[in-house]
């Protein structure tokens, strides 16, 4: 999915304030997508400390032998029984809110935006129970990273149909109605993926401590 980028329009002007403003054709700007969950906010050490405070003395999976996407596949390929509380924890008020953030990523956000030709979003799929879930979202993003994110945030059960030149995600596979998505999608290690060996072309970003400024220019028209 990587190789040249589309045409786009010619250079304008950045208008003052940084108002969001694709819609008015910044056409040289590298737009960049990150993924919330897995890449913002640490989703499966989330997971493990809420499953490990609410039903305390489980038998679960931990995060070091985790392989595959679901974590509820994971539990519950070692624990037939606990599929539905683990669903429980990550539906539970407060979960969503509660997240720590990924080592490194709230720097590289803020250091992200202020770069030069560059528009950076936050771009996440929200459980279909989509309360409290989506509102923990905006104030996660609020709490961490600012009101300026809150503008930023797209969430989306199909990442495909967002145009973008960069994806940042923790998914492995990340499908939906585009069969082409415009944007490379750059996997984000965590522990469920990092076992993948991935072929050339694809990329990975192993932490928000590995260089992912030079991926942004890698992307950057010369
Ligand atoms: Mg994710």
Redesign the pocket.
């Known amino acids: 999915m990587s190789g040249p980028r589309p045409a786009r329009l010619s250079m304008q002007q950045r208008p003052p304030g940084r108002a969001v403003g694709g819609a008015m054709g910044w056409g040289a700007a590298l737009r960049v997508l990150a ?5 913002l906010a640490d ?1 499966e050490a989330g997971v493990l400390r809420a499953f490990l405070a609410r039903f305390p003395g489980e038998p679960r999976a931990g995060l070091a032998g985790r392989r595959g996407w679901l974590p509820k596949e994971q539990h519950q390929a070692k624990i037939p029984l606990c599929h539905a509380k683990i669903v429980s924890v990550y539906e539970s008020p407060g979960f969503f809110l509660g997240l720590d953030p990924i080592p490194g990523a709230i720097e590289a956000m803020k250091e992200m935006i202020q770069m030069k030709d560059t528009e950076v979003f936050i771009c ?2 929200p459980l279909r129970k989509y309360e409290p879930c989506i509102p923990e979202k905006y104030k996660w993003v609020e709490k961490h990273l600012g009101p300026e994110f809150v503008d930023r945030l797209i969430l989306t059960r199909d990442k495909t149909i967002v145009s973008a030149d960069l994806l940042f ?3 492995d596979t990340i499908q939906g109605v585009e069969p082409n998505p415009s944007w490379e999608h750059i996997l ?1 290690t ?1 522990c469920h993926n990092k076992h993948l060996e991935l072929k050339p072309p694809h990329r990975r970003l192993q932490s928000w401590a590995d260089d992912w400024r030079a991926i942004l220019e890698s992307k950057r028209r010369k």
């Open positions: 993924d919330m969950d897995g890449v989703f996440t799929s995600d923790d998914k984000f965590c």
